[in-house]
Each structure stands twice: as structure tokens, then as C-alpha cells.
């Protein structure tokens, strides 16, 4: 990386231009993706060696856990409490709750495991809203090829078809659960939903409270499954491994319970991961928009039971996270900035992108500025400037009203988002690729669903601002519904986990190692060590299941 410009003289430049000129720039996208892209790196790829994809390229780091050995052997399981319900849900984010709600209300009983607590997750981190086509100007149709052209055409036009007509009754079905959305209080079409336009999109279709939308949607989720008879909700209770039985079907899961450090086996008639994506394995040694628990856990225990997955080299780079103060690095400020008209502004004063095109241009854009030289230098950070300042200036009272989380943020920074720009530079904040799906968010492994941020073939290689929320709600209410068909059939035949059996045969053949387990469930700074951990379980188990509502 060539050397930066210092703070200092940044600012200067900066405070001295009235209106940034724009750097005009020719080079194609697919060329300026090539050159700064973290996922077109000389590294960036590996063939994996073992399991359904055999032969594919995927991200080192994640390769190194998706063939790694199980956690857990037969011995852990000797004596452990065995429980049985129709529908297990893994994951208690957005489309996790929104899968476990549809499945009990059709009359599944449901239990609901979470690594954290319900909620905790990277939809409450969502910020700048959820996309459906409900304007005047828009339609589905517009919405499935702003997708489709956003993710490089790699996406399943079939998901993409279902997700942009989900969106009209996702957002109904918000409104009745008690979400509050924005209004445009304004001129003729006062009281009606408020639209803006996000980047990559040829319509204002994107719809917010404020700009903590996430949050919002997961206070109605978590109460709605709060009220619901049929969920038992299971916090601090990771998986550690799927079941399956003698039919090769998943039959359920290994839930370890962190608070009284004891293994679950839950057999249940179908199985619903929403487990999320992968940033906090800093990919790429980047740093992470992602919550605590975003490790990817069930893309490993998916693939080791057998299910395909794909893009497994694709992630997407936000291209504003912060990048100083070094202890808040990668934390993320919201496109909404963005869509709002914040301006992004090189060491030179220069604006060098239209902030408005897909992230992933957005962000390689960045990372040329800083990689050439004209980035931003300060106490061993590098970046750029967002320009809020200049916002505020042309609609005052923005920050106040509309960005509040942007401006709890600037404060957390120490500095005034109203006098001085941030320093942002890409961060590492979405799963691309993930569990091949079908429209019902079923694998090719019987009896086993995949919904939300863990899954591939709805984004393509990368995704529009919004339609994560939208693709986790839509998907989760249809796989939650496809689940609950199965309940109160008979379960039938031997149960366990005989496909790690198979597993660490093919694992031998390949001369990869053994001692390598996974999934990581947490951080490499969290210092866990399941096996240390279990080995601390009281002599006697107790005979319910703590972490239960």
C-alpha cells in the first residue's frame, strides 16, 4: 500500500473545497473488482478437498473450517438428555424467529436455539431498512433486475422472483406485528410509506425507521415469539452437530448448553438453520460490521452432513465502516448516509465515486484510493472521508432526526458528525454464497431447511442494500411453513451421528488432520474451548434444560 496522506493535511484540503470536484474514472467495474476486491486477491481462493464440493473454490479461512473434524464424538453423548419436537429452529435472528413464528401458528411445536440470546444477531445490527417494490414509479420487476444485475447475474432468478414478490406482504405482515416505518408527512401523499433509493437500485424502494430499522423489526419478532404458546426458546444453547438418521435425513441437533455446560440431543422432524454468516472469522484479516456470534457455524455443520453449498469465495465489503478510532474499527455507518447525499472525499479533497453505485464498486473504489496514496492517514488507521458535515449543512436537522444512530456513533468516536467528516474504510459484512436452497429453503439433505445470511442464490455475488431483510423474512416464513407440514408425523429409526463417522473417513483419505474441530462458535480473542468447558459440567446433569423462557 502506498503511503497515505496525513490527517492534518487531509483536513486542510478538505475544509478548503467548497464543492469536491468528482474524479472522473473509466476503468470498467469488472476490472476495478479484479484489481482491489478482497475476494479477486492472489490468496483469496482454495480448492476444497473434501465433502459435496469437492474441487470448488472457497475463502481459505472459511475452507479451514468447513473440513475441519466434528466437535464432539459418541462418547459425549452417552447419557445425555434426549427431547423431541416437530420443528427445531437454530438461531434466533430475524429469520429464525420469523420461520419459528410461521411454523407455530400453523400448529408445529417449536423450539427455538440460540448461541446468544434471541435477538442478538446481525439483523438488529441492520440499519438502513428493507426493500419492496410498493411505489408508483417501482415495480417487482424493477426490484428482480436491480438484484439480479447488483449480484453479476450469478443469482437464482427463481429465488430472486419469489423474494421481490414477497416484499408488498413482508411488509404488511411488519405493519401488523407492530413495526413503525417512516412516513412521508409531506405535500399530497402525506402519511404513506417514506421511500429512498438505495445504491444499485433504478427506484426509491427502500423503507426504515429511521436509521435502525433492524432494531425495530427484532423488538416486534422478539415479542411476537415471546407471545407464541408453541415456541420454547433456548438461549445461550449453540449446535454443535446435526443428527441423522439411518436414512441419511437430518434428525435433529447436539445443542450444548453454556449455562450448565451439558450436551442436548434434540430429535426433531425437521430442522431450520438461521445461523448467519461468517465476519466475525475476519476474513481476509478484515475487521466486521458482524455480531459476536457470526462465525459460521452452519454453513460447517451443514456441508459435514452433506448439503451443497455455493459462493463460498464471495463476501461483501460494506464500504463505510469505521476506521478511527482503532477500537471501533469496522463498526458500521449506515448507507443510509449515503442515500442521503454524504459524499465520499479522498486525502486530495476529491470526490472518486459515485457513492450510489453497488457496494462491492463502492467499496474496491476505497480501497484504490488507499492502496494509490490518496487515502487518509491518521495514528496508523487508513481511510477516507464521509462527508456529513457538508450533509448537515445542506438539510439541517438530518443528523437529529433521521441519522440517530450516526450521530451516537460520532459521539462513541469522539468528534462531531456536524463539524467533522468520519474516516471510513470497507468492511467485511456479508455472506455472499452459503447452503444451495430451494424455494422453500430446503437442502439437498432431507428434512433439513437454511434460511437467511447462511444460504447463497439469492444475492449472487454480491447484495443490494435492504434485501437482507427482506430475503430473511421472506425465506424464513416459507420455510417455517414447508417445516410445519411435518408435524405429528411418526419418527422412525436410529438416530446420531454417524455421518461424522463417514466424515472422518473421508477427512483421513484426504490426509487432512483430525485434531482441527469445528464449528468455531466463537471468536479466536473469545479463548472458548468446548472441550475444557465441558469438561467443567457439574458431576450430575440436571435433568431439564436451562436457558428455556
Not at 465502516?321 to 447525499?341: D, F, K, V
Not at 431483510?469 to 451421528?497: C, N, P, Y
Request: net charge neutral.
Amino acid at each position: 500500500m502506498a503511503s497515505s496522506i496525513p490527517y492534518e493535511e487531509a483536513r486542510r484540503r478538505y475544509q478548503a473545497v467548497v464543492a469536491p470536484a468528482f474524479r472522473e474514472d473509466a476503468t470498467p467495474v469488472q476490472q476495478l473488482l479484479k484489481d482491489w476486491h478482497p475476494d479477486h486477491g492472489a490468496n483469496a481462493r482454495v480448492p476444497l478437498a473434501v465433502g459435496v464440493n469437492r474441487g470448488d473454490a472457497c475463502q481459505p479461512d472459511l475452507a479451514r473450517l468447513l473440513q475441519a473434524n466434528s466437535l464432539i464424538d459418541d462418547i459425549d453423548l452417552a447419557g445425555a438428555q434426549l427431547l423431541t419436537t416437530d420443528v427445531l429452529v437454530i438461531g434466533g435472528g430475524g429469520a429464525g424467529c420469523a420461520a419459528a413464528l410461521t411454523a407455530a401458528r400453523q400448529g408445529a411445536k417449536v423450539i427455538l436455539a440460540t448461541k446468544l440470546r434471541l435477538g442478538d444477531s446481525n439483523t438488529v445490527m441492520a440499519e438502513g431498512g428493507i426493500q419492496a417494490a410498493v411505489g408508483t414509479d417501482d415495480s417487482p420487476q424493477l426490484h428482480f433486475e436491480d438484484t439480479l444485475r447488483a449480484g453479476h447475474h450469478c443469482a437464482e432468478p427463481e429465488l430472486v422472483a419469489q423474494m421481490v414478490m414477497d416484499g408488498p406482504d413482508v411488509l404488511r405482515w411488519l405493519i401488523q406485528l407492530g413495526m413503525t416505518f417512516d412516513l412521508d408527512e409531506g405535500g399530497p401523499m402525506g402519511g404513506r410509506l417514506l421511500r429512498k433509493k438505495p445504491g444499485g437500485a433504478s427506484a426509491a424502494r427502500i423503507h426504515s425507521y429511521r436509521d435502525y430499522t433492524g432494531l425495530e423489526m427484532m423488538r416486534v419478532l422478539r415479542e411476537a415469539v415471546d407471545l407464541e404458546p408453541g415456541i420454547s426458546v433456548w438461549n445461550r444453547c449453540p449446535a454443535v452437530e446435526l443428527l441423522s438418521d439411518d436414512r441419511g435425513r437430518c434428525a435433529g441437533a447436539v445443542i450444548y448448553n453454556l449455562e450448565w455446560r451439558s450436551f442436548v440431543m434434540v430429535r426433531s422432524r425437521s430442522v431450520i438453520l438461521a445461523t448467519g454468516g461468517a465476519g466475525r472469522l475476519h476474513l481476509n484479516r478484515f475487521p466486521t460490521s458482524n455480531h459476536y456470534g457470526a462465525t459460521a457455524d452452519g454453513l460447517v455443520l451443514a456441508y459435514r452432513v452433506g448439503a451443497r453449498l455455493r459462493e463460498l469465495d464471495s463476501f461483501q465489503y460494506h464500504p463505510t465502516g469505521i476506521a478511527y478510532p482503532p477500537h471501533l474499527a469496522g463498526g458500521l455507518i449506515s448507507e443510509a448516509a449515503r442515500s442521503a447525499g454524504a459524499k465520499l472525499i479522498n486525502g486530495q479533497g476529491d470526490r472518486f465515486v459515485d457513492e450510489l453505485k453497488a457496494r462491492d464498486v463502492v467499496a474496491s473504489a476505497i480501497l484504490r484510493e488507499c492502496g494509490e496514496g490518496r487515502g487518509i492517514e491518521r495514528d496508523g488507521q487508513v481511510g477516507v472521508f464521509l462527508d456529513t458535515p457538508t450533509l448537515e449543512r445542506e438539510n439541517p436537522g438530518i443528523l437529529e432526526k433521521r441519522l440517530v444512530t450516526l450521530r451516537h456513533l460520532a459521539h462513541r468516536c469522539g468528534h462531531d458528525p456536524a463539524a467533522e467528516p468520519f474516516m471510513v474504510y470497507p468492511t467485511l459484512h456479508y455472506q455472499n454464497g452459503g447452503v444451495a436452497i430451494d424455494k422453500h429453503g430446503a437442502t439437498e439433505v432431507a428434512c433439513l431447511h437454511c434460511v437467511g445470511e447462511l444460504t447463497g442464490g439469492i444475492h449472487g455475488r454480491n447484495r443490494l442494500m435492504g434485501n437482507a431483510l427482506l430475503d430473511i423474512l421472506s425465506m424464513g416464513r416459507r420455510a417455517g411453513a414447508k417445516a410445519a407440514e411435518s408435524a405429528g408425523s411418526l419418527i422412525t429409526g436410529r438416530v446420531g451421528i454417524s455421518h461424522v463417522h463417514a466424515w472422518q473417513r473421508e477427512l483421513m483419505l484426504a490426509s487432512l488432520p483430525l485434531d482441527l474441530r469445528s464449528p468455531q462458535l466463537f471468536p479466536d480473542y473469545a479463548h472458548f474451548d468446548l472441550r475444557a468447558d465441558a469438561d467443567m459440567r457439574p458431576q450430575e446433569r440436571p435433568r431439564v434444560v436451562a436457558g428455556v423462557r
